[in-house]
């Protein structure tokens, strides 16, 4: 039972572009989600949050959006960069729970 | 800045074999956690522990057992190898925030072979 999904394993983006990667979730206990970024042979690192009381959050080049009737959330990317190529993860997680529920990834290739 | 090290990027056992992963993270965190990655399943969570002597079980936790005799450290232990258990093995740690969820910091990851 996947509770977190991202439907598109991979997505290729020129540069200069924008890249949105999507995420949906089942568990409407959620009310804290996280997106990751994953190089090859690195552990995940963190990129960008969001509250369930918010519906979009802007860091730099990233922007994650929230609809929470829809139960789903998109990471923004713009403008493109080569170094944006690696894995995304959307993750999720309910108030008062410690752990996160993952994703399957999302690998994001950026083209020259 | 927070630093999640594991004891081992690559090994290579032989099914049936015990074998130890260990995670060191030096920011006094309280919740630490091992995931597996396998491709097209994302992370998924084997064991997690939110105190010394604490652990709780993942979505995953058949054929591993885990220790935290420290707070800095958590051990996963496969206590009979098996080709399945072939993965990335990464760890991560978070401080405890009560009822506000806090991003983990990963490790960098083991990347286990049975044969």
């Known amino acids: 039972d996947q509770q977190v999904k991202q439907n598109s394993p991979s997505l290729s983006v020129q540069e200069g572009r924008i890249s949105i990667l999507n995420c949906d979730y089942t568990n409407s206990m959620f009310d804290y989600f996280l997106w990751y970024k994953k190089y090859p042979a690195e552990g995940p690192t963190f990129l960008i949050s969001?509250?369930?009381?918010?519906d979009k959050n802007e860091d730099g080049r990233f922007t994650v959006f929230l609809n929470k009737s829809a139960k789903h959330l998109s990471l923004h990317i713009v403008p493109s960069q080569p170094g944006d190529s690696a894995v995304y993860f959307c993750a999720a997680s309910a108030e008062g729970a410690q752990k996160l529920v993952f994703g399957q990834g999302t690998r994001l290739t950026i083209n020259p | 800045d927070v630093k999640v090290t594991q004891s081992s990027r690559y090994l290579v056992k032989r099914t049936g074999e015990k074998v130890f992963l260990e995670c060191v993270q030096d920011m006094d965190h309280e919740n630490m956690f091992w995931y597996r990655q396998d491709p097209g399943l994302g992370l998924r969570l084997i064991y997690f522990?939110?105190?010394?002597?604490?652990?709780e079980k993942g979505d995953i936790p058949e054929g591993y057992s885990v220790s935290r005799e420290k707070k800095e450290r958590f051990s996963l232990i496969l206590e009979s190898a098996s080709t399945n258990q072939t993965s990335m093995y990464l760890c991560?740690?978070?401080?405890?925030?009560?009822?506000?969820?806090?991003?983990?910091?990963f490790g960098p990851g083991t990347r286990l072979t049975v044969t």
């Open positions: 522990s939110y105190d010394v002597k604490m652990k």
């Open positions: 991560a740690s978070s401080p405890f925030m009560g009822a506000l969820v806090y991003e983990q910091y």
């Open positions: 969001i509250s369930s009381i918010k």
